[in-house]
């Protein structure tokens, strides 16, 4: 699989954000330096996960075959990061996670429409500190296909037709992307109490 597009935008110098504060100091900025953490090599437990994917999650296998975990956008100030792609033996975890959130459903009818391939779904990341869940159908006429499992009010949206569409959606930090960072993740200055919110993209000199 080509993952040239997020080689690149890894091999990036020097990467930050220019934040604001989150309230309070509507005026103020500041710039958080920001970077990405690939995972150590895969375990027999992570290869064993990976064996039992075909089909629809080949795009998803062949990205960990090469990065075992992926963790983006991480604050280098505090443990804050805006995506985090699992590890293989986490996948497990992860959707007995998510399926907890489901069983919090109790009318009949919103059962009924929840997606039809959940059960065979592969939660393989999630929006760290949201509760948020990141899946992919592996089979039905959704497979391959990248979806959003937002808890708050237990909806699934479609991110991407498909994984590498996925990586490339979130390694290009435009203002759409920047906007869904916002929702969910505050960095921090390293020395006061504010709470910074991600407004533009910069890396290099």
């Given amino acids: 699989m080509n993952l040239k597009h997020l080689e690149d935008f890894l091999a990036r110098e020097n990467q930050r954000f220019v934040c604001y504060a989150a309230a309070d100091e509507p005026e103020a900025t500041c710039e958080v ?64 996670e998510l399926m907890s959130w489901i069983r919090m459903l109790h009318d009949e009818a919103t059962h009924g429409a929840l997606p039809d391939w959940l059960g065979d779904a592969v939660v393989f990341g999630e929006i760290p500190e949201a509760s948020n869940y990141l899946l992919m159908p592996s089979a039905g006429p959704d497979a391959g296909k990248v979806f959003l499992f937002d808890h708050s009010d237990l909806t699934f949206t479609e991110q991407a037709p498909g994984f590498v569409a996925y990586l490339e959606k979130i390694t290009t930090p435009d203002a759409g992307l920047l906007a869904e960072i916002r929702k969910h993740t505050q960095y921090s200055d390293g020395s006061t109490a504010t709470k910074w919110l991600a407004q533009a993209f910069a890396y290099g000199a």
């Fill in 33 to 96: 330096q920001i970077e990405h953490v690939v995972g150590a090599s895969l375990t027999g437990d992570d290869q064993q996960a990976l064996a039992a994917q075909t089909g629809a999650a080949t795009e998803l296998v062949g990205f960990y075959r090469e990065f075992p975990s992926l963790r983006l956008y991480c604050d280098t100030n505090s443990s804050s990061s805006a995506f985090y792609l699992a590890r293989p033996r986490k996948w497990e975890q992860l959707k007995q």
